[in-house]
């Protein structure tokens, strides 16, 4: 039945996909295809990040306002290591798959963290921002979690 219809001149479909190394070859023959590949470099990368759903004005004006920072060191790391992916063999010994997902479980553990230590105050001290558990999460399980390398760690 699908072969007896006539499509509507004015018909157009826009897909997007991930990458994938065996993309179905009948679709590859009956599309006009565009790729687009993020500008390199590090501004390109934030604007990215702030540009992102989950960096939205309602995780950002939330209290206390050392979360904003936070959030922007945490957006300045993500930007560093994808750059840095870059340059593999020379920024890692080999690649990472480093993605958004990393970037919004850094987000809501530095949230998680950030509630416990402010309680509901609009300022926090940064003495009493636990450093080493944001550290620690960050460093060893959601960023560090891929990395089997002792060179990579450093």
């Not at 990040?49 to 979360?67: H, K, N, Q, T, Y």
């Not at 001290?125 to 450093?131: E, V």
Request: glycine residues 6%; charged residues 20%; neutral net charge.
């Amino acid at each position: 039945n699908l072969h007896t219809l006539l499509p509507l001149p004015n018909f157009r479909l826009f897909c997007s996909s991930e990458i994938h190394p065996h993309p179905p070859a009948n679709l590859l023959r009956q599309c006009h295809i565009l790729t687009h590949e993020p500008p390199p470099g590090i501004k390109a990368n934030l604007h990215h990040s702030f540009g992102a759903l989950w960096f939205g004005a309602a995780r950002m004006d939330r209290a206390p306002v050392e979360r904003s920072r936070l959030y922007f060191l945490l957006a300045w790391f993500h930007a560093v290591i994808q750059e840095r992916l870059r340059y593999t063999p020379l920024g890692w010994t080999k690649v990472f798959e480093f993605n958004d997902a990393d970037q919004r479980g850094a987000l809501d553990a530095i949230d998680y963290w950030l509630d416990l230590a402010a309680r509901g105050k609009s300022n926090v001290d940064p003495d009493t921002i636990p450093w080493v558990a944001l550290r620690t999460i960050l460093g060893q399980t959601i960023y560090g979690g891929r990395i089997d390398n002792e060179f990579d760690m450093r």
